[in-house]
């Protein structure tokens, strides 16, 4: 009954799709309209990815230090590392340059050397008063050396932010407001403003000057994913029409795979746009992706309509075997695929949600399309040339199908020895592969941005923030001497850790006015004693609401305190251990019924985020084997037709883990969707091979090595050509910038080769090593659905 039923359902989407080609075409167009309009409503992210669910302890502890000391990702810096900046032009001009910030309604603070200032006291009115270090413009090399002296060695209070005392190298700080850092106005200042001043100063001065910062990298980077996006569509179209028109030797069919798939991108965008969803490095592989997924389907269709009519040369009938035999067929592999990408939603990350959700419609999306637009197109056609049906008998074609088939006859031990070797050494493999938590990692290496990073972190121990929050509950408890003496003891673990830069906080100032009280001498640069402490922290509060490098590390209750540190990038495991040592610092120094001490900040949000990833992608590769399993026992209706489909699709993903561990590619964001994304796409060929191979069962009256090497025979050419299109497809993401997209496109092109060789030598092998128990009758009589309906049903086509 269900056969027929499915039969009678692709014959009946036949009828309407031919009878009804004007219509359909119309609603296309209009659809394509409808979409094209959706365009306007995406949106390039400003933010970091953020791996986390929005309830997520972590994310709940960033948002309160947010909440209580705003946006911490504003920080610009500029830094030049030259021994010609201390001349009187150069340095004036570098000042110049700083000031010339202070111009911009984006910027909310800029701290350079001509804006620091000198805590002094004043004994009569028992204060401190600032007085700037430069008070005009230099006019000799004198003063030029007279001020780094000062700086350099009696004010260690500045150094290793604005400056190294030991390489010279100097540094200004831009702080954005902090309404607009997550904005596309950040974007606008940075791409158009900032990089054209600097641009035009270093041609003027000669000086080659660095620039880094988080709102600076976020920038570049998106900026960097917008710019790759085209790249990425442009490749893909070329390689997979290249390789189309090599299989087919047709401009014709070429152009049709084309006209189906651009329409798919534009679906895709439409549907970015619809859902309102921001434009991120996982939603920019979308649309070249569904590109190198349609084009298959494209091949599927055009193939089997080449065969039809090389075979009776009727073109109506042709059109209706391509929707009825290949419609089916092709609906059950794409929802396959889709599913592989659909378990994405059900993970807690918005980031993978969204990821999966528009990939999982873009998918059925493009299905559709190519199911309604190839067979209509054909029909206003003229019949194929000979010329493009040659490729049907390439004789190249046939002695690789040769060759799998002696292998399957011949050689079986060698295929279950070689897959039982694969998975010993994977597992080994498997073993040394690490987590990345790294913010920068997976950033383009030859872009300038990311060798600022470098020199940053070379010269100041970083540039990616992190925040350790001190709740003192009760106000004013910040200033507290027994709090205080807490932080610093802290802050020296900091100083000691040398993948953490110098940390900054309420106790630097209080330091700094203690110096200041003892007439400017560093050796005084300490926290005071308790007989000390009255007098100079009243002589600091007047001069502490003036200071605006600090203004923001004591809440204005002064319950909270803010310690601010930067981390060079370390992995994961590194981080975690200097957060471990951090912890075991803060248990022994602040008692908890006292303190209350947070560690937060954007570099620690996405370690962790990184390494929830990394359980998501076992809940989501179990599930995506579940569904798939689901999907399978459905078709075939055997447990233990489940297990021999799997075996060769999980085969792959274990030489494709096992190659990550000795080849040292991490799991990160990017990486993480391999296995998910090949095993939807690698399950596909399975389905086609059992399919076909039920089908050849029962025309050959259950003989089961006939059928095997029937099924073999028919499906591994469309197998190979998909294959080597899906192959070089992912491989275009290996053009990219990025590090992890370059793995991601890597890994997936090896793991569906992998998928190719697996099924087209192991799956068969099995079949037949255990035909008494799992390829019969009882088990492969009746499916479900017809994935491919049989040649009796081919008279039903004529009525």
Request: some cysteine; proline content about 3%; aromatic content about 12%.
């Amino acid at each position: 009954m269900f056969k027929l039923f499915t039969t009678g359902f692709w014959e009946a989407v036949a009828r309407l799709i031919l009878r009804n080609k004007i219509f359909i075409l119309i609603a296309i167009i209009l659809a394509t309209v409808f979409f094209s309009m959706q365009w306007k409503h995406m949106r390039f992210t400003y933010t970091e990815a953020n791996l986390l669910p929005d309830e997520h302890e972590v994310n709940l502890t960033y948002d309160e230090f947010l909440k209580i000391f705003g946006e911490e990702g504003n920080l610009i810096v500029l830094g030049v590392k030259d021994s010609s900046l201390f001349s009187v032009e150069l340095f004036n001009a570098w000042n110049n340059l700083a000031q010339s910030f202070k111009d911009f309604e984006e910027i909310e603070t800029v701290l350079s050397i001509k804006d620091l200032q000198k805590l002094v006291k004043n004994t009569e009115k028992e204060q401190f008063e600032l007085e700037p270090f430069v008070k005009d413009s230099i006019t000799s090399v004198a003063q030029i050396e007279e001020l780094q002296k000062e700086l350099f060695n009696k004010y260690p209070f500045y150094d290793n932010f604005l400056f190294n005392a030991k390489t010279k190298t100097i540094r200004t700080a831009l702080y954005l407001k902090k309404d607009i850092v997550n904005t596309s106005v950040r974007k606008d200042f940075i791409i158009n403003d900032l990089q054209e001043k600097i641009q035009r100063f270093e041609e003027e001065t000669g000086l080659d000057v660095r620039v880094s910062g988080m709102p600076y990298i976020r920038t570049l980077n998106s900026q960097n994913i917008v710019d790759e996006i085209g790249l990425f569509i442009g490749a893909a179209l070329f390689i997979t029409s290249l390789i189309f028109f090599l299989f087919f030797r047709s401009f014709r069919a070429t152009f049709i795979s084309l006209i189906v798939v651009c329409v798919g991108v534009m679906w895709t965008f439409g549907i970015i746009g619809l859902l309102n969803y921001e434009i991120t490095v996982l939603t920019a592989l979308i649309p070249p992706l569904i590109i190198v997924i349609g084009i298959p389907n494209c091949i599927f269709l055009i193939n089997k309509y080449q065969h039809e009519v090389k075979s009776h040369g009727n073109k109506v009938k042709s059109l209706q075997r391509v929707i009825t035999k290949i419609g089916n067929a092709t609906l059950m592999t794409n929802v396959t695929t889709a599913s592989g990408f659909g378990t994405f939603i059900l993970t807690e990350s918005q980031l993978l949600k969204e990821f999966g959700i528009v990939a999982s419609l873009s998918i059925l999306a493009i299905f559709i399309l190519c199911l309604l637009i190839i067979p209509i197109i054909y029909t206003f056609l003229p019949y194929p040339k000979d010329r493009h049906l040659e490729h049907l008998n390439k004789r190249w074609i046939g002695g690789f199908v040769d060759w799998m088939e002696r292998m399957v006859k011949h050689k079986k031990i060698t295929i279950y020895v070689t897959a039982l070797v694969l998975i010993i050494v994977s597992m080994i493999g498997m073993n040394q592969i690490r987590i990345s938590g790294s913010l920068i990692e997976d950033m383009p290496k030859n872009k300038q941005f990311f060798k600022d990073i470098r020199f940053f972190e070379k010269e100041f121990n970083g540039i990616m923030p992190l925040e350790i929050m001190v709740n003192t509950k009760r106000p004013k408890g910040v200033m507290k001497l027994s709090t205080l003496k807490r932080i610093n003891e802290l802050e020296e673990l900091i100083v000691e850790t040398p993948e953490l830069s110098k940390p900054i906080s309420v106790v630097s100032l209080v330091k700094y006015s203690k110096q200041a009280y003892y007439n400017g001498n560093p050796k005084y640069y300490q926290l005071p004693t308790s007989q000390e402490n009255s007098f100079i922290l009243s002589y600091a509060k007047n001069s502490n609401s003036n200071v605006d490098l600090l203004k923001n590390f004591v809440d204005s209750t002064g319950q909270y305190a803010r310690i601010t540190t930067f981390m060079k990038d370390i992995g994961t495991d590194k981080m975690e251990r200097i957060e471990e040592n951090l912890q075991n610092k803060i248990d022994k120094v602040f008692p908890k019924e006292r303190y209350d001490v947070t560690m937060t900040g954007k570099a620690l949000v996405f370690q962790k985020g990184t390494k929830y990833l990394v359980r998501n992608l076992i809940i989501s590769l179990s599930l995506a084997i579940f569904l798939i399993s689901l999907f399978m026992a459905y078709l075939f209706r055997s447990f233990r037709m489940i297990i021999v489909s799997l075996i060769p699709n999980l085969l792959p993903l274990l030489v494709t883990a096992g190659l990550m561990g000795y080849l040292g590619v991490p799991i990160k964001p990017s990486t993480i969707l391999v296995f998910s994304i090949a095993f939807g796409i690698s399950v596909d060929d399975t389905i086609h091979f059992l399919a076909k191979y039920r089908q050849e069962l029962q025309a050959n009256h259950w003989k089961i090595r006939k059928s095997v090497y029937a099924a073999l025979r028919e499906t591994g050419v469309s197998m190979f050509y998909t294959s080597i299109v899906l192959f070089f497809g992912f491989s275009v993401f290996t053009i990219s910038s990025f590090g992890g997209t370059v793995a991601l496109g890597a890994l997936v092109s090896i793991t569906l080769l992998f998928a190719m060789l697996s099924n087209l030598l192991l799956l068969p092998s099995l079949l037949l090593s255990l035909e008494r128990n799992i390829a019969n009758k009882e088990v492969l009589r009746k499916p479900t659905i017809d994935i491919i309906p049989s040649e009796d049903d081919d008279d039903n086509d004529d009525k």
